[in-house]
């Protein structure tokens, strides 16, 4: 007896990936239809499985640090918009920006 609900169960689950395939290739069909509608009208857009997973592991921690509203401890300086020492990580030896780099990165002494 047991043996025979747990072929039932296989035979249900293997029913239930069957019209979850169907649904998956419909609803892909669907989808599909409108990226081309959308490449035909001049957009670019592509179908990506997984996409909003891989969009969030791209964009990481990427904008979450806040610059402190004090002055650079490399330049002794405030400028606008703010800048603190990691706006120096590429100079070598570490020195304050000069009035060109400073313009170059387009901020100003405040």
């Known amino acids: 007896m047991e ?25 892909l069909e669907k989808a ?11 957009f670019s857009y592509r179908l990506v499985e997984g996409g909003a997973a891989a969009t969030k592991q791209a ?15 490399i330049c002794q300086f405030k400028t606008e918009p703010l800048h603190d020492k990691r706006a120096h990580r590429n100079q070598n030896p570490k020195r304050p920006f000069t009035d060109e780099e400073l313009q170059a990165r387009n901020m100003r002494k405040a």
């Open 3 to 27: 043996g025979d609900l747990q072929q039932e169960m296989r035979q249900l689950e293997a029913r239930l990936a069957e019209l979850k395939g169907k649904a998956k290739s419909a609803a």
């Open 59 to 73: 964009s990481g921690r990427q904008g979450t640090r806040k610059v402190q509203d004090r002055e650079c401890p």
């Open 32 to 42: 599909q239809a409108a990226v081309d509608e959308l490449n035909q009208l001049g």
